[in-house]
Structures are given as structure tokens and as C-alpha cells.
């Protein structure tokens, strides 16, 4: 008789529970965390709806900060982003995206970084691209960094032998090129901006305005001492 009112206990539980699991659950009776139990995706910054006005256990989401879905940055906290530029052009999709967008930057030779700071700008480039960047293409510029040194790896090219503009640097700086990933998780878009003006101007710009210079720079100054010889001669 004991174990027959245990067995119907048991029934009666099981039954009990299996009903309370396959009701209704658009209103249930308790909410703690109303956020996680009906999830909303929501951009960055992005007006929000009030999520929850659909349920029972209402809460006026973000009603507080006129629907703003992001927080105010806490006071005394420091900028992500204070040099104010505004993050570049959406990731390229493909190969062929990719490719048009680095041809693009190479039309690009000046930085949108502010052109008084340019001191600052170049210093603190340097102070990256020696942490950043050295490495592998050498403090030098030149390709020959301590992992290439080391025969770990080989091919980094020299920056003076290649096709660069203060653009180009950026955009794969941002984008990775072939063995080169992408930067831009370790450098803000500003930062980003500093290592490219000072690859450029430490690298590739000395050895464009030393190309730029007549091979017979020195003949001016042989010729114009001609005319002094030659007078000397017809004073004797």
C-alpha cells in the first residue's frame, strides 16, 4: 500500500511539472533579468524602443536617457577617439573591394590629423611604428627587423622601394596586406593616422626629394669658376 501512494506521488509530481513546463511563456508569472530573457540586438547609440512593452512585466527601457541604447562616457574617463576623426570606410567584402580601396588610398598624401600637431604627430608615430612595427620592418625602414633577422620570417619589403603614400600606409595599416593583418584592433583610427605620417616622411619621403635633385647638381659650381681661370689667363 506504501509504495503503491509513493508511485502516485511521483505520477502526480512528474504530471505536475511537465504541465507547468509546456505552458504558456509570452507572460510569465516572475522576470529577474527581463533584458536577457527577451533580448534585443540594438546598434551603438542607436533610438531605441522600449523592448519590453509587449510583456506584462514592463520596464521603460531607456526611457531615462530619452532612448539612447549608449551610455554617456563616465566624467573623467579617457577618449577612444579624441582626435575626432571619424572611422574610415566599412571593411572591404572581397578581393576586388580591397583592391580598388588600397588603389583609392594612394591618392591620399595628406593625414586628416591636425597640421599644427605635426611635431607631436611625427613623435608619437615614431614612438608606434617602434612598438608596433619594428619588428618586422625594422627600425630603419628598411625590412630588416629582429624577426626577420632572425629567419623566422623573410620578405617584409624596404619602404623606400615601394609605391607608398601616407594613404596607402594607412589603409593597410587598417585593412592588412598579404602577410600583414589588420591593425586596427591595436591602433586607433588617430594613431593609425601618426604611424602612416611617419613612415611616410621618415622613409619614402628623403629618398623621393633626393630623386627629385639633378644628377649634375655639382655643375653649376664648376662652371661658374671657368670664367675665373679664363680671366686670370688674359691678365698674363
Known sequence: MKNNILKLTAIFGLTTVLLNSCGPKDNPPLVYFPDMYFPVAYDPLMKAQDAYSKHENEIPAFVAR?????????EGSISQNKDGIVSEEALPKNMEEYNAGYDASKSITVSPLKAENLEKDLARGKNLYEHTCAACHGVNGDGQGTIVQSGAYSGVPKYADREITIGSVHYVLTNGRNAMGSYAGQLNVGDRWRVALYVYNTFKAPTLAASAKPADAAT????????AAEAKTNAK
Open 66 to 74: 530619452n532612448g539612447a541604447t549608449g551610455l554617456a562616457p563616465v
Open 220 to 227: 653649376p659650381e664648376k662652371t661658374s669658376a671657368a670664367p
